[in-house]
C-alpha cells in the first residue's frame, strides 16, 4: 500500500496529526495497534490550548457532547486549608478552565472528524514492527495486521506511538532521560455529594495526592517514591488505604484493591533528533513528559499542529504532481517541526524538574512540611497564582491551526493499493 504519510500511532499526536494532514487533502493512514482507544488512566486533561485547537477546527460543538468536567482553579490542601495556587480564570483568550474528558471519547471525537475527509486511512489492529529504510532514509512503515505482515510506503513516516516508541526502538534511537523522582498510582474513587468541589494537591510526609473532581468520583493520583509500587503491595491494601484516609479524609477507600490501580512509571526524556530523511517523531516518543502540571496530551496536540502547519503545505503540493507523493520529505523540512517544538518542550520539562526537585523529592523523601504551608501559600500574589495557570493552561508559544482546509468532496482517498 503507499500513501503520501504513515502514522504510527493513534494518539493524541498521531490522531491530531492525521485529522490535519487528511483535513489538508493530504494522503494519510494511521496505524493503531489497539482495537478501541478505549484505556483507562490515559492522560484526560485538555488545557485552554488545546480548546483553542478544537475551536479553530469548528470542534468545539463536538467537545462540548462529550461528557466532561471542568475546573477554573487548581488549589493546594494542607490538610487544615485549601489555597488557590494556579488560577486559569483570567487566560487571556476564549477558555478559563482545564477540562476533563475521558481520553478515548476525545480521541473518538478527533478520528470521527478524520472520517469525514477521504483522504483519511485508519487501520486499527496494526501494529507497527518494522520501518522501510534505504539507508539512512525512511520510506515507511511495516506492520501486523490479520495475522499477517503488510507494507505501507510513504514520503513522510511519523512516530507517534508514545513514550515507549516501537518506531524510535528500531531506529536505534535513545531519548536522553532527565530524572524523575517518582512514580504515580492512578486510581479512582466514588465522590460523594457534599464532599469540596476543589480540584487539588495534598502533600503529605513521604507521600502526596493529587485528587481530580471527576463530578462523580475522584480521579486519585498517589505519589510514591520511584520504584517503590512494589513495597506498597508488600505493605497490604490495608495500610494503602489507611493513607489514603490520612490525606484525604473525605473518601471511602474501603473495597480498593491493588487490582484497581494503574501505576504510571514516571519518565523526563526527549530525544536530541526528532527526524531523519523521512521521518519525524512527536508527542511522548520525541519527549515523555513528567504528569506536573497534566501537560502531556497538549505538548503532543500541539507537536501535531505544528508538525501540520509545516507540512501540510508542502505534502498537499507535491500530492498534486504525483498521488501519492513518495519521494522522502527533506530532513530540513521536518527539521523546521522541531525548531518551532523545542522551546516549549524544554522550557515546560526544565519547569517540572524544578518542581521535581524542589518539591516532590523533598515530600517523598519524608520531610516535614512548614506548619505554615497553607498561609504561605495564600499569601502567594494572585499574579503569581495566573502566571502558574497560564504556564499550566496556554504553556509555552502555543499554536494556532494555520493548515488549510479543503473541500471533503473534492479530495482522492487516503488508501491507494
Ligand atoms: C497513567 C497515565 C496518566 C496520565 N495522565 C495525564 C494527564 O492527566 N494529563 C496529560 O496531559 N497527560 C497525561 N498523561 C500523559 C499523556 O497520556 C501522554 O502525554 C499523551 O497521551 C501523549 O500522546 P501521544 O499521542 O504522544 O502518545 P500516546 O498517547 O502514548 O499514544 C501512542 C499511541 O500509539 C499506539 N502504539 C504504540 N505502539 C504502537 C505500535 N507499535 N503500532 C501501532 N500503534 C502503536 C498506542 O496504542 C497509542 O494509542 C498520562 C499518561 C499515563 C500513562
Known amino acids: 500500500m503507499d500513501t503520501t504519510c504513515v502514522i504510527a500511532g493513534g494518539g493524541p ?93 476525545f480521541l473518538n471525537m478527533i478520528i470521527s472528524a478524520a472520517k469525514a475527509y477521504p483522504a483519511f486511512n485508519l487501520i486499527m489492529e496494526a501494529e507497527v514492527t518494522g520501518v522501510l529504510r534505504d539507508g539512512a532514509v525512511i520510506r515507511g512503515l ?36 532527565l530524572g524523575a523522582p517518582m512514580d504515580v498510582v ?82 523526563v526524556n526527549r530525544l536530541r533528533r526528532w527526524h531523519l530523511t523521512g521521518l519525524l517523531v512527536i508527542g511522548d516518543a520525541a519527549h515523555a513528559m513528567s504528569p506536573i502540571g497534566g501537560v502531556g496530551i497538549n505538548l503532543a496536540v500541539q507537536d501535531a499542529v505544528a508538525a501540520a502547519n509545516i507540512l501540510a503545505g508542502p505534502l498537499a503540493r507535491a500530492q498534486q504532481r504525483r498521488r501519492p507523493v513518495l519521494d522522502p520529505v527533506p530532513a530540513s523540512l521536518l527539521a523546521k517541526v522541531r525548531r518551532r517544538r523545542i522551546f516549549p518542550t524544554v522550557a515546560t520539562q526544565q519547569l517540572q524538574i524544578m518542581v521535581q526537585n524542589r518539591v516532590i523529592q523533598p515530600v517523598l523523601a519524608g520531610a516535614q512540611l512548614p506548619q505554615d504551608l497553607g498561609a504561605a501559600a495564600d499569601r502567594l500574589p494572585l499574579g503569581v497564582k495566573r ?8 504553556g509555552f508559544l502555543p499554536e494556532h491551526v494555520r493548515s488549510h482546509q479543503v473541500d471533503k468532496r473534492s479530495v482522492t482517498t487516503g488508501q491507494v493499493t
Open 387 to 394: 502566571l502558574v495557570g497560564r504556564v499550566i493552561g496556554l
Open 142 to 177: 511495516r506492520y501486523r495486521h490479520d495475522g499477517r505482515t503488510h507494507e505501507i510506503r510513504a514520503g513522510l513516516t511519523v512516530a507517534a506511538d508514545g513514550r515507549h516508541s516501537d518506531v524510535r526502538r528500531v531506529l536505534g534511537l535513545k531519548p536522553v532521560d
Open 13 to 105: 499526536a498521531g490522531a491530531m496529526l492525521a485529522l490535519l494532514l487528511a483535513r489538508a487533502g493530504v494522503q494519510v493512514t494511521l496505524l493503531e495497534k489497539h482495537a478501541d482507544f478505549l484505556r483507562d488512566f490515559r492522560g484526560d486533561t485538555i488545557h485552554p490550548s488545546t480548546l483553542q485547537v478544537l475551536d479553530e477546527l469548528g470542534l468545539l460543538g463536538e467537545f462540548q457532547k462529550l461528557p466532561y468536567h471542568e475546573f477554573p482553579y487548581l488549589a493546594l490542601n494542607t490538610g487544615d486549608r485549601v489555597v488557590t495556587v494556579a488560577d486559569f480564570r483570567s487566560l487571556p483568550g476564549r477558555f478559563q478552565k482545564i477540562a476533563m474528558v475521558p481520553q478515548w471519547e
Open 186 to 267: 492512578w486510581f479512582r474513587l466514588e465522590r460523594d455529594p457534599g464532599t469540596p468541589e476543589d480540584t487539588f494537591l495534598r502533600p503529605g510526609r513521604g507521600e502526596g495526592m493529587v485528587a481530580i473532581n471527576r463530578d462523580t468520583y475522584w480521579q486519585l493520583a498517589y505519589l510514591i517514591p520511584k520504584g517503590s509500587y512494589g513495597a506498597l503491595k508488600a505493605r497490604g491494601v490495608e495500610s494503602f488505604r489507611a493513607a489514603i484516609r490520612k490525606l484525604i479524609p473525605f473518601v471511602r477507600p474501603d473495597r480498593l484493591t491493588f487490582d484497581d490501580v494503574s501505576v504510571l512509571t514516571v519518565a
